[in-house]
């Protein structure tokens, strides 16, 4: 098991997620995610590197599972 954080979500039931052990992008699809649940930018999964299904030669994400929200702290100039 790998696991990643979404960076993009396309509304139409895909996204990419960076894989946190070797920081490459990764495609999710919607069907592959633990109760199809609509995933968010930010959000951390685990999940199984997989041969792509519709392209020969790339991988993809599948036994996709939540784990949260990872939490970012936006900081101001001023203290």
């Not at 997989?50 to 599948?62: F, I, L, N, R, W």
């Not at 036994?63 to 702290?73: A, N, P, Q, S, W």
């Amino acid at each position: 098991m790998c696991d990643g954080i979404i960076t993009y979500v396309s509304g139409k039931g895909w996204f990419f997620a960076e894989n946190l052990s070797d920081h490459t992008a990764i495609f999710v699809h919607q069907n592959q995610v633990e109760n199809q649940r609509f995933l968010k930018v930010g959000d951390r999964i685990s999940f199984t590197v997989a041969p792509s299904v519709k392209t020969p030669g790339k991988t993809m994400a599948v036994d996709v599972k939540y784990l949260g929200h990872t939490i970012t702290r936006q900081t101001s100039g001023a203290l």
